[in-house]
């Protein structure tokens, strides 16, 4: 009888924490756009240039 106890007390903390975090991330903005990632599937990535490598340095021989 007393685990149970003991593992009720262990979910209600862990409730309240989950719960206590999800107000920090709704209060910091996190599920405010809700608009751009689904249509972000539709819009095709641009290839990106390649980066030219610069001509390599001659090494010195001291």
Known sequence: MEVIFLLIAISLVL????LILFFKAMKGGQFEDDY???IRILFENQPKKPIKNPSPKPESNE
């Open 15 to 18: 409730a309240v924490t989950f």
């Open 36 to 38: 751009t990632p689904s």
